[in-house]
């Protein structure tokens, strides 16, 4: 039998989204904080409906070549419960925001099996492997390296991985039962504009995993 995956739906930018990800049945749902993204969203200024979203849906801020100071000051929000890093973060850095009490998830953009070497220096023994695309942090659209992906798994057994990049409801199954990975993560998969969700997309997609436990 298929472990059970994991599913985060990315770059909510409304409550009305965010409530049809939780209905759909969501295990976590990520919050953009970049301000040059297309699903950029302000924490502070959307704090009361997502302060109201249930208990038991993780709630991850995603974070792009911030300041430690912004890390901080972001985990420290207490409706939020996990960090993703999905810029250029060192090794060093990501070990200092390990510290700030909140789980973890370095974002790769992995292009060769280099960008897998020393990932066991970071301090969290949760990844995320999105597509590479020049200049952009996730939320292309683009398909991750699946080849990749299986070596990561094959490196690091004990470590969990999120599998993003291209994923819709048409293709995660088959991504799944090549990667088998710990969770899932879509965003532009689920979306009929960019942080705009499709209620059809996004309960067909969360369906599709839940039928491979």
Known sequence: MQPIVRVKICGLTNEA?????VDAGADALGFNTWKAGQRFIDLQRHRAWIQALPPFVTKVALLVNASLAEAAEIARLPYIDALQLHGDETAEYCR???EFGRPLI?????RTVEDLDGLDTFGT????ID???????GGTGAQADLALAQEFTRRYPHFSLI????LRPETVGEAIRTVRPSAVDVSSGVESAPGVKDPEKLRGFIRTVRELA
């Open 17 to 21: 989204d965010a409530r049809q990800a």
């Open 96 to 98: 200092a925001a390990a």
């Open 106 to 110: 370095k974002a790769l953009r992995a």
């Open 125 to 128: 023994h949760h990844f995320l």
């Open 131 to 137: 597509a590479h695309v020049k200049g952009l942090f």
């Open 163 to 166: 599998l993003a990049g291209g």
